[in-house]
T-cell receptor
């Protein structure tokens, strides 16, 4: 497809389990971003990749969160030992190049529910 | 770091009315970028516009127009002759010179009643 794709679209998990969320950016886009959208916090920036490198990981909420990008394309956001407060919509975006002030195009998101 | 304030949580108007969504930003960067995104009920964020801090020209795209005023740190969005399909949550966002992504406002939920 032409847009950013994310999988799964919905994920229900039990507290304490690990989850992996996947993002496939627009073909040719070198920059990739993860955001989280929740009722309480609104839209929060989590991490940005330029190619396979993330210059700054301080936006990740805790050390239970990690992200990687391989081959300059697909990215995975992993949440270990999920907690109920991790329930949110996780959005991925990509742009044709860094830096982050380039126009970002968003995917449909993964809705995560931690029971 | 940036801060974006959208003071209007929800606006409801009748179709064909004009409506303005307010956005006020704070940044210490001399070069920065401002954005508007639309989030319809389907949930996907749709890009509407991007402006840089050096270009204060207002922009019009069909029924949409944007008014950027550095003197008041505002980047307001007006929909002329609103339509039901305009119903959505609209987010204003700002990006500065760092690698910290977009800073979004809390969004304005726009309801267009038929």
């Amino acid at each position: 497809g032409a847009g950013v794709s994310q999988s799964p679209s919905n994920k229900v998990t039990e507290k304490g389990k690990d989850v992996e969320l996947r993002c496939d950016p627009i073909s040719g886009h070198t920059a990739l971003y993860w955001y989280r959208q929740s009722l309480g916090q609104g839209l929060e920036f989590l991490i940005y990749f330029q190619g396979n490198s993330a210059p700054d990981k301080s936006g990740l909420p805790s050390d239970r969160f990690s992200a990687e990008r391989t081959g300059g394309s697909v990215s995975t956001l992993t949440i270990q030992r999920t907690q109920q407060e991790d329930s949110a919509v996780y959005l991925c975006a990509s742009s044709s190049s860094g830096p982050p002030w380039e126009t970002q195009y968003f995917g449909p998101g993964t809705r995560l529910l931690v029971l | 770091a940036q801060k974006v304030t959208q003071a209007q949580t929800e606006i409801s108007v009748v179709e064909k009315e004009d409506v303005t969504l307010d956005c006020v930003y704070e940044t210490r960067d001399t070069t920065y970028y401002l954005f508007w995104y639309k989030q319809p009920p389907s949930g996907e964020l749709v890009f509407l516009i991007r402006r840089n801090s050096f270009d204060e020209q207002n922009e019009i795209s069909g029924r949409y127009s944007w008014n950027f005023q550095k003197s008041t740190s505002s980047f307001n969005f007006t929909i002329t002759a609103s339509q039901v399909v305009d119903s959505a949550v609209y987010f204003c966002a700002c990006s500065g010179g760092g690698a910290d992504g977009l800073t979004f406002g809390k969004g304005t939920h726009l309801i267009i009643q038929p």
